[in-house]
């Protein structure tokens, strides 16, 4: 495995993959403080992939003026340890004045789907997003990108960025992992208290009441999915409601409460953003209705 810092760098191992045939290149774009997660990424990238390059990278574009940039958690050595373990050939780890050796003049924004879910509660942040992973993509040029589910909203920004600009790359959208009590691995969430900790576990119950609750029939619309989805959340008395929605998936558009689940077309999302304390944890199921039911 190699470690790169600079551009050139990169650009010049990608080369001599690329030339020694090693391709497709698959490529994992991450914030660091590995977890599971992010290895189900790289063993997927593996899978489809003969060089896979990860990066680690905090963003300081995607970070709002009060979030947690300066406190988000660090480790390289762990980080690359992890990265050898799971079959990363190149890792790419630039500081910040390397992505941007000058202020940046030049954003990538996409519209619509960036105004709901955690696009109105974090102004900016996807602009932040699409234009480092378009740096991202430019530099790599990879054949595959990987992301993870546990950040849907990103992945419909992102599918829908590459089909708008014609970016030659295809993203592969990867499950959420989860521990064993249900709890969507995180880097942030070693900032919970064992307490919080604990509490955080209604977010995923949450989203399996309601699963549950369709199945057996005794959740039909989506002002009743919603409603069950605050009230599991509210038994927790440390969690605070960002948002609990339920859209259409990849698109976001909003669904008429008193219509019935199974009346929309497609994938639905039944997105969360909770807080602990000052942790801000989301969380999301993906499915498709009319399927869902169908199982009963
Ligand atoms: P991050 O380092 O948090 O920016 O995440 C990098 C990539 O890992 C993103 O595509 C995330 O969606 C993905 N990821 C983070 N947590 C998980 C998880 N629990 N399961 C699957 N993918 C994840």
């Not at 960025?161 to 521990?179: F, G, K, Q, T, Y």
């Not at 969430?189 to 369709?214: C, G, K, P």
């Amino acid at each position: 495995m190699r470690v790169v810092r600079t551009v050139a760098q990169l650009r010049e191992a990608l080369e001599y993959m690329r030339q020694g045939g090693h391709t497709p290149i698959g490529f994992v774009p991450t914030m660091g403080y590995l977890h599971e997660g992010h290895a189900s990424l790289l063993r997927r990238a593996g899978e489809m992939s003969s060089t896979v390059v990860m990066s680690i990278f905090v963003n300081p574009l995607q970070f709002g003026p009060n979030e947690d940039f300066a406190s988000y958690p660090r480790d390289e050595v762990r980080d690359l340890e992890l990265a050898e373990r799971e079959g990363a050939d190149i890792v790419f780890i630039p500081s910040v004045e390397e992505m941007y050796p000058q202020p940046i003049r030049t954003k990538v924004s996409v519209s619509s789907l960036t105004t709901q879910l955690c696009g109105a509660s974090r102004p900016g942040h996807f602009d932040g997003v699409t234009t480092v992973v378009s740096k991202l993509f430019n530099i790599v040029q990879p054949d595959y990108a990987f992301f993870g589910l546990k950040d849907a909203q990103q992945v419909a920004v992102l599918r829908r960025m590459v089909s708008d600009l014609n970016m030659n790359v295809e993203i592969i959208a990867c499950p959420i992992v989860r521990e064993n009590d249900g709890l969507a691995l995180s880097s942030r969430n070693v900032y919970l208290s064992a307490q919080e900790r604990s509490q955080a576990l209604v977010l995923s119950r949450s989203l399996q009441s309601v699963r549950q609750a369709m199945e057996e029939g005794k959740v039909r619309t989506v002002d009743d999915a919603r409603n069950l989805l605050v009230s599991v959340i509210s038994s927790s008395p440390l969690a605070v409601i960002d948002y609990a929605e339920i859209l259409t998936f990849p698109e976001l558009e909003t669904l008429d409460g008193s219509s019935l689940l199974t009346d929309a077309d497609g994938e639905i999302i039944m997105a969360l953003a909770v807080k602990f304390g000052r942790t801000r944890l989301i969380d999301n199921n993906v499915f498709i209705p009319k399927e869902a039911h169908a199982l009963v």
